[in-house]
T-cell receptor
């Protein structure tokens, strides 16, 4: 079965640079979630979108923004990168909202030097 | 906001024995409780979930129980196998029916299956 696709899988950036992470949900899924996972930590919810509209907001820094496009894929834009932004970034998708199962992608490993 | 506590942080069991991981949550509005298995370098994999209108759910060797009054839920794995070794996360979310609510995760349990 098709899964969530994330690109790139690995990304190395320098401090103060920008980065864009992409997420392609499971076909027919209309809801996308972004999570950040530091080394040895649990995933932290950043933001979610349903039908191209922002739905829920977690601990997303003001330097980050995201959107969902007409084909339901989503992009997470990160500016003024800091060393502390180095982490795994996961995208998850679901069909609908309200406690529906969230399926995670393989993640993008971002390293900020 | 929601706070999820998970115990133990590390659990080592003999192959074939059972493993139990426990979680508690703080927000009485939380109604959806999934469990994820994460292997090294991979994304979390949904293995089972339970909603507040159900007290127990089973899928082959895996079962989850929920006590909404006490605000705790548990994962039970029977007849453990080497491939069960991974980090397991519990999570909670309000099942509001109106939005794409994010999950609040526990800190994770590193399950080690000893051959």
């Amino acid at each position: 079965a098709a899964g969530v696709i994330q690109s790139p899988r690995h990304l190395i950036k320098e401090k103060r640079e920008t980065a864009t992470l992409k997420c392609y949900p499971i076909p027919r899924h209309d809801t996308v979630y972004w999570y950040q996972q530091g080394p040895g930590q649990d995933p932290q919810f950043l933001i979610s979108f349903y039908e191209k509209m922002q739905s829920d907001k977690g601990s997303i820094p003001d330097r980050f923004s995201a959107q969902q496009f007409s084909d339901y894929h989503s992009e997470l834009n990160m500016s003024s990168l800091e060393l502390g932004d180095s982490a795994l970034y996961f995208c998850a998708s679901s069909l609908g909202t309200g406690g529906n199962e969230q399926y995670f992608g393989p993640g993008t490993r971002l390293t900020v030097t | 906001g929601e706070n999820v506590e998970q115990h133990p942080s590390t659990l080592s069991v003999q192959e074939g024995d059972s493993a139990v991981i426990k979680c508690t949550y703080s927000d009485s509005a939380s109604n959806y409780f999934p469990w994820y298995k994460q292997e090294l370098g991979k994304g979390p994999q949904l293995i089972i979930d339970i909603r507040s209108n159900v007290g127990e759910k089973k899928d082959q060797r895996i079962a989850v129980t929920l006590n909404k009054t006490a605000k705790h839920f548990s994962l039970h794995i029977t007849e453990t196998q080497p491939e069960d070794s991974a980090v397991y996360f519990c999570a909670a979310s309000p099942y509001s029916g109106g939005g794409a609510d994010g999950l609040t995760f526990g800190k994770g349990t590193h399950l080690i299956i000893q051959p």
